[in-house]
């Protein structure tokens, strides 16, 4: 049995619930409902509630419909902020730079008003679409796993309250309640692949495959999900070293591997090298797979992947941070921290590359091979070079990315 909807929203609070909440409301139904839900919530468990809106600009009814949310909090004494996106240059998916911009101005509202949690409105119609999106990605497990009830990012904890519900109950809840909501048109433009998702679902129907049957599929592939992150971090413990800001995997531990946990490791590596969030495209890690496997290199989103011996190591790819130049007091390539005698205001940390390795005469003393040096980092007075303190030049100088064992391990664990 379903449970009802106000113990929904209680339960994704608790047990540890925040001392201010905030909410993201676009004056769509969902969000309406969520709001009201909320605001009872967070009456009985004396929680904060503070909404905001996000205006578009690419409707001409957003501002309205923002003033109607701006009215509703006021009547239930919500503090409430409105803020503009004006960012679409007209270029890419409109769907994606909005979600976005959404995200970016949510979590940095959030973050200059204190708040650490903030609640926003999917159903579980919205989970059933994404999955059958996904599907047409042909996804993997992390992909079906789709939306889930919590989740950090941008340095905000983001709850979905409102998984286990469906759109038309919803609407129930808000007529029952005689609240007003507005329809967005674009929900029913087929332009869009959620909108076809969305009435395919219809068709499937009489499957069985409605958003409750797609809904327990997400769970459960939450559930493989989760079992992954934890093998591949475990592995990463047995298997990974950090050598010269390369990740190093000791190879015949990596090959005994199933393929999936290899996947995810090289996953790792490269995020935990990049900075990056968005993982390459599934094909490109298959053949970067296929090239270790067969004992050759290959490079994917500026990393190299090469074998050397009994140890496959994955760095920065040489050209991938030619142009990168900072001062030796802030972070080299997001990562490396150098420290050295002197101040000296005319001194750069630049990658060494081919011309400073050829000024370094003892660099294979150091046993690191000559590709991971190219792309370590360097101190240069103009074209001069100063030190390189990995390729056997230190002369005072070091160089070292800090927290670096621990670091890849939590990478492991937060994908």
Same mark, same amino acid.
């Given at each position: 049995?379903?449970?009802?909807?106000?113990?929904?929203?209680?339960?994704?609070? %608790?047990?540890?619930? =925040?001392?201010?909440?905030?909410?993201?409301? /676009?004056?769509?139904?969902? /969000?309406?409902?969520?709001?009201?839900?909320?605001?009872?919530?967070?009456?009985?468990?004396?929680?904060?509630?503070?909404?905001?809106?996000?205006?578009?600009?690419?409707?001409?009814?957003? !501002?309205?419909?923002?003033?109607?949310?701006?009215?509703?909090?006021?009547? %239930? #004494?919500?503090?409430?902020?409105?803020?503009?996106?004006?960012?679409?240059?007209?270029?890419?998916?409109?769907?994606?730079?909005?979600?976005?911009?959404?995200?970016?101005?949510?979590?940095?509202?959030?973050?200059?008003? #204190?708040?650490?949690?903030?609640?926003?409105?999917?159903?579980?119609?919205?989970?059933?679409?994404?999955?059958?999106?996904? %599907?047409?990605?042909?996804?993997?497990?992390?992909?079906? /796993?789709?939306?889930?009830?919590?989740?950090?990012?941008?340095?905000?904890?983001?709850?979905?309250?409102?998984?286990?519900?469906?759109?038309?109950?919803?609407?129930?809840?808000?007529?029952?309640?005689?609240?007003?909501?507005?329809?967005?048109?674009?929900?029913?433009?087929?332009?869009?692949?959620?909108?076809?998702?969305?009435?395919?679902?219809?068709?499937?129907?009489?499957? #069985?495959?409605?958003?409750?049957?797609?809904?327990?599929?997400?769970?459960?592939?939450?559930?493989?999900?989760?079992?992954?992150?934890?093998?591949?971090?475990?592995?990463?413990?047995?298997?990974?070293?950090?050598?010269?800001?390369?990740?190093?995997?000791?190879?015949?531990?990596?090959?005994?591997?199933?393929?999936?946990?290899?996947?995810?490791?090289?996953?790792?590596?490269?995020?935990?090298?990049?900075?990056?969030?968005?993982?390459? !495209? !599934?094909?490109?890690?298959?053949?970067?797979?296929?090239?270790?496997?067969?004992g050759r290199a290959a490079t994917v989103e500026g990393c190299h992947?090469?074998?050397?011996?009994?140890?496959?190591?994955?760095?920065?790819?040489?050209?991938?941070?030619?142009?990168?130049?900072?001062?030796?007091?802030?972070?080299?390539?997001?990562?490396?921290?150098?420290?050295?005698?002197?101040?000296?205001?005319?001194?750069?940390?630049?990658a060494l590359g081919e011309g400073g390795l050829a000024q370094c005469?003892?660099?294979?003393?150091?046993?690191?091979?000559?590709?991971? %040096?190219? /792309?370590? =980092?360097?101190?240069?007075?103009?074209?001069?070079?100063?030190?390189?303190?990995?390729?056997?030049?230190?002369?005072?100088?070091?160089?070292?990315? =800090?927290?670096?064992?621990?670091?890849?391990?939590?990478?492991?664990?937060?994908?």
């Amino acid at each position: 049995m379903t449970r009802p909807l106000a113990q929904q929203v209680a339960d994704s609070i %608790l047990p540890d619930s =925040p001392d201010t909440l905030g909410v993201a409301v /676009s004056g769509g139904g969902d /969000s309406m409902a969520l709001l009201h839900l909320l605001h009872g919530c967070c009456r009985d468990l004396d929680i904060s509630l503070q909404a905001i809106t996000i205006d578009h600009g690419l409707r001409p009814e957003a !501002r309205a419909e923002a003033q109607m949310v701006e009215e509703f909090c006021r009547s %239930l #004494g919500v503090p409430h902020d409105t803020v503009q996106w004006r960012g679409w240059d007209g270029s890419g998916n409109l769907q994606n730079a909005a979600r976005t911009a959404r995200q970016r101005l949510i979590a940095d509202w959030a973050q200059a008003k #204190g708040i650490g949690t903030v609640a926003l409105g999917h159903t579980a119609d919205d989970q059933a679409e994404t999955i059958l999106m996904r %599907l047409a990605r042909q996804a993997g497990a992390d992909g079906l /796993s789709a939306m889930a009830p919590r989740r950090e990012g941008r340095g905000i904890l983001w709850l979905r309250p409102l998984l286990s519900a469906g759109r038309a109950e919803l609407r129930s809840y808000l007529s029952e309640n005689a609240i007003r909501w507005a329809e967005d048109p674009s929900n029913e433009d087929t332009a869009y692949d959620r909108i076809k998702a969305r009435r395919a679902l219809v068709l499937l129907e009489p499957l #069985g495959i409605d958003a409750a049957c797609l809904g327990a599929v997400a769970s459960q592939m939450a559930d493989v999900r989760a079992a992954l992150v934890w093998q591949t971090a475990q592995a990463a413990k047995a298997l990974v070293q950090i050598r010269a800001g390369a990740v190093t995997f000791d190879a015949a531990g990596w090959h005994a591997q199933p393929r999936e946990i290899q996947r995810r490791l090289i996953l790792a590596a490269i995020r935990w090298l990049t900075g990056t969030v968005y993982a390459p !495209r !599934r094909g490109a890690i298959g053949g970067l797979l296929e090239a270790l496997q067969t004992g050759r290199a290959a490079t994917v989103e500026g990393c190299h992947a090469m074998v050397r011996r009994d140890s496959i190591w994955i760095f920065r790819e040489a050209n991938a941070v030619r142009s990168l130049e900072t001062s030796p007091a802030d972070l080299w390539d997001g990562r490396w921290a150098l420290a050295g005698p002197g101040e000296d205001a005319c001194l750069q940390v630049r990658a060494l590359g081919e011309g400073g390795l050829a000024q370094c005469p003892e660099w294979r003393d150091t046993g690191l091979p000559r590709d991971v %040096l190219l /792309s370590t =980092p360097a101190v240069w007075r103009g074209t001069d070079l100063v030190a390189a303190p990995l390729a056997g030049l230190a002369r005072g100088w070091t160089a070292e990315v =800090p927290g670096a064992d621990d670091g890849f391990t939590l990478t492991a664990l937060s994908h």
